[in-house]
């Protein structure tokens, strides 16, 4: 069974600090994405990635970098947290191209800003 | 970039009737469209998916249409059940960029 975790659920941070996320899959996946959920939105990606030290910019990518050190690990880094960023974030991995696509979720951090 | 819109956004029936939930992607190349359950407080579950080169797929009493000349596809669920409420979500994805790009999703309520 994948499993996907994530470092926190729940994060309470304040204005300008730098925040880190941490995603780590058990399935030797080739492929980690990280989303943000928000009301009425869906899920946007920000950041994904296809192997380690790659990564390539989603569809809202501003206010947030990553880091691929490792193939299980995938981070999810604010530079600089503004309120805007108070959301849920989804961390995924899914298998490499061929194989199938679905892509396996994580429990999510629910990030607020103050 | 790929736009997947997605309809209605709330959708509420009685036990018992079918919920039918459709969305529509812009990128031609787009070629594999999963659907995901979201119930409240939990993850996101992948229920059903189909690829470009199929237009149904059927698992129980859920199926998915893909009409690929009108690019659109459709989630259909049948003697939906209390169970079956939660927010569900249409994805599409190219080969190209294998990340998926989601519709707003929807909110089912099925009422006993």
């Known amino acids: 069974d994948v499993k996907v975790t994530q470092s926190s659920r729940y994060l309470v941070k304040r204005t300008g600090e730098k925040v880190f996320l941490e995603c780590v899959q058990d399935m030797d996946h080739e492929n980690m994405f990280w989303y943000r959920q928000d009301p009425g939105l869906g899920l946007r990606l920000i950041y994904f990635?296809?192997?380690?030290?790659?990564?390539e910019k989603g569809d809202i990518p501003e206010g947030y970098s990553v880091s691929r050190e490792k193939k299980e690990r995938f981070s999810l880094i604010l530079e600089s947290a503004s309120t805007n960023q108070t959301s849920m974030y989804l961390c995924?991995?899914?298998?490499?191209?061929?194989?199938?696509?679905?892509?396996?979720f994580g429990p999510g951090t629910r990030l607020t800003v103050l | 970039g790929e736009n997947v819109e997605q309809h209605p956004s709330t959708l509420s029936v009685q036990e018992g009737d079918s919920a039918v939930i459709k969305c529509t992607y812009s990128?031609?190349?787009?070629?594999?469209f999963p659907w995901y359950k979201q119930e409240l407080g939990k993850r996101p579950q992948l229920i059903i998916d189909?690829?470009?080169?199929?237009g149904e797929k059927k698992d129980q009493r859920i199926a998915v249409t893909l009409n690929k000349t009108a690019k659109h596809f459709s989630l259909h669920i049948t003697e939906t059940q209390p169970e079956d409420s939660a927010v569900y979500f249409c994805a599409a994805s190219t080969a190209r960029r294998r990340a998926l790009t989601f519709g707003s999703g929807t909110r089912l309520q099925v009422q006993p």
């Open positions: 995924a991995s899914s298998p490499p191209m061929g194989l199938r696509d679905t892509q396996y």
């Open positions: 990635s296809y192997d380690v030290k790659m990564k």
């Open positions: 990128d031609s190349a787009s070629n594999y």
């Open positions: 189909i690829r470009s080169n199929v």
